[in-house]
């Protein structure tokens, strides 16, 4: 009895020792488990699987752990590299869309005021070419003259072709005049403007210069009847020009070196000499 009694200790002491193996090495399973493949015990329930063959089954796991090996170490500061160009990322979209929007504000901004401008250039380009035409007939006796815009699609940028047709000539552009005509359409067209749009005051230096004589006149009585609205400063040696001045300012050198102004008031002359 007592023999019967010891051996069912010592198979109960047996059978104790390999439940506490079990369970270490259960454990151990458990916690390897999770070391390398981050499954708990319910996970790994979850998706286990019947084995055809033992064999072929640690075949399959010596191919999955190549597999793994063959990736490399993994990168430890991916995600943080990652969080930092995902924020630079998002950052420049954010700059791009605003520029997109800023530009499509600006392109906006722009066509308003092309078109402002094109109904401005047209109302002040009609008024240029009605007044150089009325201009040019009264310098020159007679003729006709027109501005043509060279691209009525695009009169910002385009090109203006000049064309005259003094008294008793063929119309023409004006690069086919002579050296005379194209200076005194030149003068028609400054004259032009200033009748639209009158400035202060003017400074003309010898632009009479290649014109005749007859010509001349005809300027210098025309500059007369703008010269309520604009003063005339004007650099000349033709007389016909000085004749229609007020006052003249002579420079001379009497002495080497030393320049001397005169000045001549012709209206104030005019009345001491009693000449109309």
């Known amino acids: 009895m007592n023999e019967h009694l010891l051996d069912l200790e010592r198979t109960a002491s047996r059978l104790e020792q390999k439940m506490a193996t079990g369970a270490l090495e259960e454990k151990q399973i458990l916690d390897r488990l999770w070391e390398h493949y981050e499954l708990s015990h319910s996970d790994a329930q979850a998706q286990r699987v019947e084995l055809e063959s033992r064999l072929k089954a640690n075949r399959r796991i010596g191919e999955l752990k190549r597999e793994i090996s063959a990736l490399g170490t993994p990168n430890i500061g991916a995600i943080e590299e990652f969080d930092r160009v995902n924020t630079r990322y998002t950052y420049l979209s954010e700059q791009r869309d605003d520029v997109e929007k800023a530009g499509s504000e600006i392109r906006g901004v722009i066509e308003e005021l092309t078109k402002e401008m094109t109904g401005i250039f047209s109302q002040q380009f009609k008024l240029l070419s009605e007044s150089f035409q009325s201009t040019f007939a009264d310098l020159f006796g007679g003729g006709q003259a027109t501005l043509e815009l060279e691209d ?14 003094p008294p008793g000539k063929t119309l023409k552009t004006i690069s086919l005049l002579s050296g005379g005509e194209k200076a005194f359409v030149a003068i028609a067209l400054y004259f032009s403007i200033l009748k639209v749009h009158p400035t202060p005051f003017c400074v003309m230096d010898e632009i009479e210069a290649a014109l005749d004589d007859a010509n001349v006149t005809r300027y210098a009585r025309y500059m007369r009847t703008l010269a309520g609205k604009t003063q005339f400063i004007v650099i000349t040696h033709r007389r016909g020009t000085m004749e229609e001045a007020d006052v003249l300012y002579g ?11 005169l000045t001549i008031n012709l209206n104030d002359m005019a009345k001491e000499l009693n000449i109309k």
């Open 152 to 165: 009525e699609s695009d009169i910002l940028n385009c090109g203006i072709e000049i064309k005259a047709q």
């Open 251 to 261: 420079v001379t050198m009497q002495e080497q070196g030393v320049s001397k102004i």
